[in-house]
């Protein structure tokens, strides 16, 4: 499997080792939304969250609602 791009093959074969046999004529769509997914993830990697507190610290309700309208 190369580090850029999952091929038609790549895919049937990591689909069969899933346990998820595919038929011939889905292995170029199953690479391309694997290459897909692929990419998105690889954006959100790149972003920087820095001071942003993990979601279990929000409390619904207790926000201030000082917005200008």
Partial sequence: MSAAEFTPPEAALWA???G???????HA???ATANH???V???L???DFGDTPPAASYRAG???ND???
Avoid: M, Y
């Avoid at 998820?20 to 889905?26: H, M």
């Fill in 20 to 26: 998820l046999p595919l038929s011939a004529d889905r």
């Fill in 29 to 31: 769509a199953v690479a």
């Fill in 62 to 64: 207790e926000e201030k």
């Fill in 67 to 69: 917005a200008a309208v």
């Fill in 41 to 43: 993830v690889a954006v």
């Fill in 45 to 47: 990697r790149e972003l």
């Fill in 16 to 18: 069969g080792r899933a």
């Fill in 37 to 39: 997914i692929h990419a």
